[in-house]
Nanobody
Framework: QVQLVETGGGSVQAGGSLRLSCSTS????????MGWFRQAPGKEREFVAT???????YYADSVKGRFTIFRDNALNTVYLQMNSLKPEDTATYYC???????????????WGQGTQVTVSS
């Protein structure tokens, strides 16, 4: 069972920045696709960003140009740098691991517990 642990959530004013981290002890981390999703109250979980084992990235249109996903395979950690945050970014953010590229929740086999991000106007 792969365990993913997210940290770095919090509260920030609009225009601010936060960096989320997701760590795992999984020894095959460098071979898996890592993604970030988010879920706001009353809404479905939605794709935010993903990064492949060879550092290719893909973003949801809503965060493109503001969020950056990157990974450190030596530390078994993936990050989500969030800049120019907006109130509509408020959600619980989840990291997830997948065996191949995908942008739907069904593509990901393992999930973290989530970390709350709140952006006030």
């Amino acid at each position: 069972q792969v365990q993913l642990v997210e940290t770095g959530g919090g509260s920030v004013q609009a225009g601010g920045s936060l960096r989320l981290s997701c760590s795992t002890s999984e020894r095959t981390f460098s071979n898996v696709i890592m993604g970030w999703f988010r879920q706001a109250p009353g809404k479905e979980r939605e794709f935010v960003a993903t990064i492949t084992w060879n550092y290719a990235t893909y973003y949801a249109d809503s965060v493109k140009g503001r969020f950056t996903i990157f990974r450190d395979n030596a530390l078994n950690t993936v990050y989500l740098q969030m800049n120019s945050l907006k109130p509509e970014d408020t959600a619980t953010y989840y990291c997830a691991a997948a065996p191949k590229f995908g942008i739907t929740t069904r593509d990901y086999d393992y999930w973290g517990q989530g970390t709350q991000v709140t952006v006030s106007s």
